[in-house]
Structure formats: structure tokens, C-alpha cells
């Protein structure tokens, strides 16, 4: 495999993993403060239909915009439907993810009749950063993206910010961590989730817009294929920490740059392992984080369990 092609894997991860970190630091938000959002998917493709319409005679920032809203309004919906009318998390969730998927494809098919071209929209441009895009392998690769991609970057230090020196960051980890303390010092837990399931939804429309506006051009059926649950599981992986989701992000954009590009090489395997190998890889490592993790929350409970009560005999 040549230098260039592996330039070529390298960009294509890069692509790849954008969207991945911009919706995952979204629900890292969410599950920090002890919420779960399994609508992602639904925001994230309703995000880039709306995105793309938009664009299409507004230009590429309003459609940006326009998906930023689109996210946000389903979050509020969520928000309503779970807090206002005591439905569970889960259902609303996952009744999201269906509104997003069966919404899209029907707006889709007004605008876009059966028999007609699809729409396509101008992308982002790449940027030129001179001498710097000329280094060997990862010069173009990392510094002739898009200003999405870079965006995505900015979002990921900010989040980082937000966490480690911001009254809110320290309200969404102690009310993940305990919302009972949490209520009794003065925060307000259910403020919070739904703030950040605000802030989740946001980042999961924009993050569909990065699908279609970024690299694509236009929109599909099943354009986000999956991407949404591929976020809660690095989320997972990344233990819920910007670094740790903008790095499996980065490992999935990767393994599935690698699986797309490789088919062209010498290396001659069926077509659908290629297609099945970053989900399973991403599934291994999963499972490999999720042990090491329950480990040591384990090892953290037997340290603090009183040496007397260690191997005490309960009665029947």
C-alpha cells in the first residue's frame, strides 16, 4: 500500500470521524449528567435533511443553522415528554429515532418525487493552509479539511473547557454523579439533564448537516446508516470525556476509511467483511472498555468497604 493511499485512508478518517465527535460530544454531555438519548439517530438525519433543503436556496451557514434548530426542537420535544408527561426515557428515545428516520425520508420524497434528480448543494470548501497541506501523509490529511472538520476541534476543546473550569460543567458531574447531593447543595438536576439533553440534540442536528454539508452534497434515505448508536457506543468507550470520544471516533472514521480504500489494494476479501469489519472492531473494543471499567468500579468498592465488613457471612 502506497504512501498516497494511506494519505487517502488518513483524510477519509478524518471525514469520517467528524460528525462522529461532534454528536458524540453532545450525549457526553447528556450521560454526564445522568441521561440517556437514544434519539440521536433521529436528530442526526432529520438534521441533514433539513440541512441540505435549507442550503439549497439559503446557502451552506443557514443550513447549518437550520439543522442546529431541527435538533434542538426534538430535544425540547423529548424534554416535554419526559419531564411534563412522566414518559420513559428509553421509549421517547427510541420514538425519536423513528419520527427522525420515517419524517426525513417522507419530507424527502415530496421535495424529491420518485423519477426526478436528487438535489444536490455546494459543500464545504477545504481550506489551503499552504506549506503545511505539503507534508508527506499528513498534510493533506489534516490540514486540507474543511472548516467543519476544524470546527469539530474547536467544539472538542470547548467541551473540554466547559467540564474542567465552568460552574455548569461542575453541575452536570455532580449531578450525573449524585443528583441527591447535587439537590441538596442548590442544583436543580432536572434543570440540568434537560439542559444538556438541549445541548445533545443541537449537536446531533448539526452533526447529520456535517454528513450532507460537509462531504456529500445532497441527501438520502438512511444517510446517517447507523451513526447514531456508533456515538452512544463511544461514548461509552471514550468514558463519557471529550478526548476519549474525539479518539474512538477517530478509531471507528479509521477502521471504516481503511475498509472502504482497502478494497481497491491487493488484498482480496468478500466485500461484506469489509463492510462488517470497523463495527466489529468498534464492538470488540467496547467490550474489552466496558470489563476494564467495571473492574475497576469493583476495585473502587472494595477499597472503600470497611475491612470488618469484608467477608462478613449475612444470615439467612
Same mark, same amino acid.
Given at each position: 500500500?502506497?504512501?498516497?493511499?494511506?494519505?487517502?485512508?488518513?483524510?477519509?478518517?478524518?471525514?469520517?470521524?467528524?460528525?462522529?465527535?461532534?454528536?458524540?460530544?453532545?450525549?457526553?454531555?447528556?450521560?454526564?449528567?445522568?441521561?440517556?438519548?437514544?434519539?440521536?439517530?433521529?436528530?442526526?438525519?432529520?438534521?441533514?435533511?433539513?440541512?441540505?433543503?435549507?442550503?439549497?436556496?439559503?446557502?451552506?451557514?443557514?443550513?447549518?443553522?437550520?439543522?442546529?434548530?431541527?435538533?434542538?426542537?426534538?430535544?425540547?420535544?423529548?424534554?416535554?415528554?419526559?419531564?411534563? *408527561?412522566?414518559?420513559?426515557?428509553?421509549?421517547?428515545?427510541?420514538?425519536?429515532?423513528?419520527?427522525?428516520?420515517? *419524517?426525513?425520508?417522507?419530507?424527502?420524497?415530496?421535495?424529491?418525487?420518485?423519477?426526478?434528480?436528487?438535489?444536490?448543494?455546494?459543500?464545504?470548501?477545504?481550506?489551503?493552509?499552504?506549506?503545511?497541506?505539503?507534508?508527506?501523509?499528513?498534510?493533506?490529511?489534516?490540514?486540507?479539511?474543511?472548516?467543519?472538520?476544524?470546527?469539530?476541534?474547536?467544539?472538542?476543546?470547548?467541551?473540554?473547557?466547559?467540564?474542567?473550569?465552568?460552574?455548569?460543567?461542575?453541575?452536570?458531574?455532580?449531578?450525573?454523579?449524585?443528583?441527591?447531593?447535587?439537590?441538596?447543595?442548590?442544583?436543580?438536576?432536572?434543570?440540568?439533564?434537560?439542559?444538556?439533553?438541549?445541548?445533545?440534540?443541537?449537536?446531533?442536528?448539526?452533526?447529520?448537516?456535517?454528513?450532507?454539508?460537509?462531504?456529500?452534497?445532497?441527501?438520502?434515505?438512511?444517510?446517517?446508516?447507523?451513526?447514531?448508536?456508533?456515538?452512544?457506543?463511544?461514548?461509552?468507550?471514550?468514558?463519557?470525556?471529550?478526548?476519549?470520544?474525539?479518539?474512538?471516533?477517530?478509531?471507528?472514521?479509521?477502521?471504516?476509511?481503511?475498509?472502504?480504500?482497502?478494497?481497491?489494494?491487493?488484498?482480496?476479501?468478500?466485500?461484506?467483511?469489509?463492510?462488517?469489519?470497523?463495527?466489529?472492531?468498534?464492538?470488540?473494543?467496547?467490550?474489552?472498555?466496558?470489563?476494564?471499567?467495571?473492574?475497576?468500579?469493583?476495585?473502587?468498592?472494595?477499597?472503600?468497604?470497611?475491612?470488618?465488613?469484608?467477608?462478613?457471612?449475612?444470615?439467612?
Amino acid at each position: 500500500m502506497s504512501i498516497e493511499l494511506w494519505a487517502s485512508i488518513l483524510a477519509g478518517a478524518i471525514v469520517l470521524a467528524t460528525p462522529l465527535v461532534i454528536a458524540g460530544l453532545g450525549e457526553g454531555f447528556v450521560e454526564r449528567a445522568g441521561r440517556l438519548n437514544l434519539g440521536i439517530e433521529g436528530m442526526m438525519i432529520l438534521g441533514a435533511f433539513v440541512a441540505v433543503f435549507v442550503a439549497s436556496f439559503a446557502g451552506l451557514v443557514a443550513g447549518l443553522a437550520a439543522a442546529v434548530v431541527t435538533g434542538l426542537l426534538l430535544a425540547a420535544l423529548m424534554n416535554l415528554i419526559v419531564y411534563r *408527561l412522566g414518559a420513559n426515557e428509553i421509549v421517547v428515545g427510541l420514538a425519536i429515532t423513528m419520527l427522525g428516520l420515517g *419524517l426525513s425520508t417522507y419530507l424527502y420524497q415530496l421535495w424529491v418525487p420518485a423519477g426526478q434528480t436528487n438535489v444536490s448543494v455546494p459543500t464545504a470548501p477545504k481550506l489551503d493552509l499552504g506549506p503545511l497541506t505539503d507534508i508527506p501523509l499528513i498534510g493533506p490529511a489534516v490540514f486540507g479539511q474543511s472548516p467543519l472538520v476544524y470546527g469539530a476541534v474547536v467544539l472538542a476543546v470547548g467541551a473540554w473547557a466547559v467540564f474542567r473550569f465552568t460552574r455548569f460543567g461542575l453541575q452536570v458531574r455532580a449531578v450525573g454523579s449524585d443528583p441527591v447531593s447535587a439537590a441538596l447543595r442548590g442544583v436543580r438536576p432536572r434543570q440540568i439533564g434537560a439542559q444538556t439533553l438541549l445541548i445533545g440534540g443541537a449537536l446531533a442536528g448539526l452533526a447529520g448537516s456535517v454528513i450532507t454539508l460537509g462531504s456529500i452534497g445532497a441527501f438520502s434515505p438512511d444517510i446517517t446508516a447507523g451513526r447514531g448508536y456508533i456515538v452512544l457506543a463511544i461514548v461509552i468507550m471514550g468514558r463519557m470525556t471529550p478526548v476519549g470520544i474525539a479518539i474512538g471516533a477517530l478509531l471507528f472514521g479509521f477502521l471504516q476509511s481503511f475498509s472502504l480504500l482497502a478494497q481497491s489494494t491487493a488484498i482480496q476479501l468478500p466485500s461484506e467483511l469489509y463492510q462488517t469489519f470497523p463495527y466489529a472492531i468498534t464492538l470488540l473494543v467496547l467490550v474489552l472498555t466496558s470489563r476494564a471499567a467495571l473492574r475497576r468500579h469493583l476495585n473502587r468498592h472494595v477499597r472503600r468497604t470497611p475491612s470488618r465488613d469484608r467477608g462478613r457471612t449475612v444470615p439467612a
